[in-house]
Structure formats: C-alpha cells, structure tokens
C-alpha cells in the first residue's frame, strides 16, 4: 500500500524537476475565434438574415421586427469590419518590422 505522503511528495517532486514545462515558453494556440475576421463574418449573416427576412421572406409573421433589426444591425458589422481590418493592418506591420531583409 502506498503511504499517501510519500505520494505527495513525490508529486511535489516531479512539479519541480527542470525538465517539467510550466507552460511560459510555449505559444498559445489560437481558435477559429480569436480570428478578427469572426465577429464581422457573424455579424454580418445576422444582419442578411434580418434583411432577407424583413423584406425578400413573405411567409415571416414578424415583418416590422427584422426590418427594424435590420436598420439597426446594419452598424455593427460595418463598425467591427472597420476595426478587424485595423486589428489586422496593425499585426501585418509589427511583423514586417521584425523581419531582416
């Protein structure tokens, strides 16, 4: 039987060998989410979706609702576009600046 201490110890051991990696050097990884282009994509299908349905969709019964939405939405997918292409223009010249011709 394995005495319970022994065991902590041990595991309190293995944390602190020099070979066990505490996560700082590696790089994150990144999700299909933290892409700038994601919030303006999915903004913008919601803002078609509202116009489709406010004005080409006979069959909704909550007309006035989608073309309020629609005139409304419309701003937001404009304004984080906007932003996404900055976020990106940004990123694009740190890079070129850390590279040696």
Same mark, same amino acid.
């Given at each position: 039987?394995?005495?319970?201490? %022994?065991? %902590? %110890?041990?595991?309190?051991?293995?944390?602190?060998?020099?070979?066990?990696?505490? &996560?700082?050097?590696?790089?994150?990884?990144? $999700?299909?989410?933290?892409?700038?282009?994601?919030?303006?994509?999915?903004?913008?299908?919601?803002?078609?979706?509202? &116009? +489709?349905?406010?004005? +080409?969709?006979?069959?909704?019964?909550?007309?006035? +609702?989608?073309?309020?939405? +629609?005139?409304?939405?419309? $701003?937001?997918?404009?304004?984080?576009?906007? %932003?996404?292409?900055?976020?990106?223009?940004?990123?694009?010249?740190?890079?070129?600046?850390?590279?040696?011709?």
């Amino acid at each position: 039987m394995i005495d319970p201490d %022994q065991e %902590q %110890q041990r595991l309190a051991d293995s944390a602190r060998a020099p070979d066990a990696s505490d &996560g700082a050097d590696e790089e994150e990884t990144s $999700s299909p989410f933290d892409h700038p282009a994601f919030l303006p994509v999915l903004l913008w299908g919601l803002a078609v979706w509202f &116009g +489709f349905d406010g004005w +080409f969709n006979p069959k909704i019964e909550a007309v006035m +609702f989608n073309r309020y939405g +629609f005139g409304s939405w419309w $701003s937001s997918p404009l304004y984080f576009t906007i %932003q996404s292409i900055r976020e990106v223009r940004a990123r694009d010249r740190e890079s070129d600046g850390d590279r040696v011709d």
